[in-house]
T-cell receptor
Framework: QKEVEQNSGPLSVPEGAIASLNCTYS??????FFWYRQYSGKSPELIMS????GDKEDGRFTAQLNKASQYVSLLIRDSQPSDSATYLC???????????FGTGTKLQVIP | EAQVTQNPRYLITVTGKKLTVTCSQN?????MSWYRQDPGLGLRQIYY???????DKGDVPEGYKVSRKEKRNFPLILESPSPNQTSLYFC?????????????FGNGTRLTVT
């Protein structure tokens, strides 16, 4: 079983809609979670980090963490064609210095 | 400009010919790591280093070596490359333990081993 799981997609949403990306993790000691965006052929870039249960908002992006359910999500409001990319979920455990990535969800925003 | 620099960007080589992919960061980051990215498998960690002269294996270390003689540099060495090491490689760094600070990625090295 992969430690961090994501639906590979593609997830298609119309422009202006809310895109919801989900991620589950199996290691209960994971305490830090990150969402990275990766355009085709480019390197991943950080979108959001979240460390405690609940919601964290940054502009059009909201990350949600539920440690009891071992579930992390990323909501993108008012989706734009420029949001079309692969979104990588990552989990890290304090003191272990190891970051584990999911395989990513490809998002397509249709104009 | 703060960045992680990898070289080369593209490399085509033959089986068994030793190669080194360089990685350098100018942000005085403590932590550095190498990942490979393959379709359907995502980013998998090869090796990481929390400090000079301290390196540890990630999930897929077989066939790779690293060294951390200076804080800024973390080269990836393939002593005898094989076709199954054809992949897209990323170097990444972080100011401290990556459990509480995000990774900064280099631009990637696309390696083809024939």
């Amino acid at each position: 079983q992969k430690e961090v799981e994501q639906n590979s997609g593609p997830l298609s949403v119309p422009e202006g809609a809310i895109a919801s990306l989900n991620c589950t993790y199996s290691d209960r000691v994971s305490q830090s979670f990150f969402w990275y965006r990766q355009y085709s052929g480019k390197s991943p870039e950080l979108i959001m980090s979240i460390y405690s249960n609940g919601d964290k908002e940054d502009g059009r992006f909201t990350a949600q963490l539920n440690k009891a359910s071992q579930y992390v999500s990323l909501l993108i409001r008012d989706s734009q064609p420029s949001d079309s990319a692969t979104y990588l979920c990552a989990a890290a455990s304090g003191g272990y210095q190891k970051v584990t990535f999911g395989t990513g969800t490809k998002l397509q925003v249709i104009p | 400009e703060a960045q992680v620099t990898q070289n080369p960007r593209y490399l085509i080589t033959v089986t068994g010919k030793k190669l080194t992919v360089t990685c350098s960061q100018n942000m005085n980051h403590e932590y550095m790591s190498w990942y490979r990215q393959d379709p359907g498998l995502g980013l998998r960690q090869i090796y990481y280093s929390m400090n000079v002269e301290v390196t540890d294996k990630g999930d897929v270390p077989e066939g790779y070596k690293v060294s951390r003689k200076e804080k800024r540099n973390f080269p990836l060495i393939l002593e005898s490359p094989s076709p199954n090491q054809t992949s897209l490689y990323f170097c990444a760094s972080s100011p401290r333990d990556p459990s509480n600070s995000p990774l900064h990625f280099g631009n990637g090295t696309r390696l083809t081993v024939t």
